[in-house]
């Protein structure tokens, strides 16, 4: 077998990262992120004066973004996907909302032995440029995977399978929040809430979606919206 | 020639060498994309208290490798493509440097930034420990367990392919 030395690699890395031309970056839309970025930390500061709640510490770390310098705290809320920024191709997110707790972020907790009930809002907003058509939103169990695919052909620990799924609703209204609630689960531990969805874009993600189906692109998506966790 | 002090100047002059290393980190352009815009997004909104040009860069890279290596173990699993992939084998799988790209594809995400980091952006394994918020001597360890990985794969990949080369003249 053929040995391949560091520097090899090293300069196979360098070689990779040398080719091809670099698409544009568009600073008009950086800075209108930015922006965004911007005013939505100050709404979660002003939402900050309002709060009693547990988990009050989370929202400060945060809220209070860039006082420690770190960049990873730098603006941030309690939806869980990156907003892209390529022009057109904005993936579509879902925030989770806790109806007894508004604005608390993206950890819920329940109680196992006193079989309450928690009810959370998804809210799954349009984009200018892309549509939810479906929304489900999944309580899996511990250590369930994320994938995406025809149910029969997920791996066995996915948590797009039922039989990994503690509870799990659709959303009939696209762009609509809707509730899940869910009784105590069997036992104490950290549950995932996953969204799993499936939205139109024009093709190429070139402008607004159209309304013509033949023009138009399905994606799907999973990922993980918060955590349920579960008191003994 | 760009001013450097301002963050439009900022953009011009090393934009294209972020995107590259975004690139390399999530291994397509398309993500490279995201992952820089976000990464510049956060820059501007930070541009007032950073005061000078390098410390701009620094602050870019570590809020690149942090942003992708948080999104990562989020497992979001993004955007995918809902048209049936092509069967047929493509030219670029003859490219030892597509090798490169698909072996480095599996690897954890701290190891494929701590090799971004170190030989693409020619960082010091002491500013690799900044960047990812962990000791040098991580550093050193995750690089030796990414380069021994790729080793062994790539010299897996390229055995295979002169075997089947082989094969055919033979």
């Known amino acids: 077998m053929p040995t391949i030395d560091k520097g090899d690699i090293e300069s196979r890395i360098r070689r990779r990262g040398a080719e091809g031309e670099a698409p544009p970056i568009d600073i008009a839309l950086v800075k209108a992120l930015g922006i965004e970025r911007k005013q939505g930390r100050r709404k979660a500061l002003a939402a900050l004066g309002g709060l009693v709640v547990v988990g009050i510490a989370g929202l400060v770390a945060a809220a209070t973004i860039g006082a420690d310098g770190n960049p990873e705290s730098v603006p941030t809320s309690h939806e869980s996907v990156p907003t892209s920024l390529r022009p057109g191709c904005a993936p579509l997110g879902a925030s989770l909302v806790e109806q007894a707790a508004p604005g608390a972020a993206t950890i819920h907790s329940l109680n196992a032995k006193a079989n ?6 998804a809210v799954v907003p349009d984009t200018p440029d892309a549509r939810n058509t479906m929304l489900k939103v999944i309580i899996a169990v511990p250590g369930a995977t994320l994938d995406v695919g025809a149910v029969d052909q997920l791996p066995a620990k996915s948590a797009g399978r039922p039989e990994n799924q503690l509870s799990s609703e659709v959303v009939s209204a696209p762009g609509l929040g809707f509730s899940v609630t869910t009784q105590s689960p069997a036992a104490p531990g950290s549950y995932p809430i996953v969204a799993y969805g499936q939205y139109v874009t024009a093709i190429d993600c070139n402008g607004p979606v159209p309304t ?17 966790v579960v008191n003994p | 020639v760009p001013d450097a002090a301002s963050f439009e100047g900022f953009v011009a002059l090393q934009g294209e060498g972020l995107l590259r290393s975004a690139r390399l980190l999530t291994g397509s352009w398309h993500g490279g994309e995201d992952l820089t815009q976000e990464t510049l997004a956060r820059l501007f909104v ?12 620094a602050y870019a890279r570590r809020t690149m490798v942090r942003l992708y290596v948080r999104n990562r173990a989020r497992h979001w699993s993004g955007e995918v493509p809902s048209h049936p992939l092509p069967d047929v084998a493509s030219q670029e799988h003859e490219d030892p440097d597509t090798d490169l790209a698909s072996v480095m594809a599996v690897l954890p995400p701290r190891q494929r930034a701590v090799l971004v980091l170190r030989f693409y952006d020619d960082l010091s394994v002491a500013d690799t420990a900044i960047a990812l918020r962990c000791r040098p001597g991580t550093v050193k360890s995750q690089t030796a367990k990414a380069l021994a990985a790729i080793r062994s794969s790539l010299a897996t990949v390229e055995a295979r392919r002169n075997e089947d080369a082989n094969n055919r003249q033979g």
């Open chain 2, 46 to 57: 930070a541009w007032a208290r950073i005061r000078e040009p390098a410390a701009a860069t």
């Open chain 1, 212 to 228: 013509d189906p033949k023009k138009q692109q399905t994606g799907i998506y999973a990922f993980e919206m918060g955590t349920l």
């Open chain 1, 116 to 121: 309450s009930a928690l009810t959370l809002n």
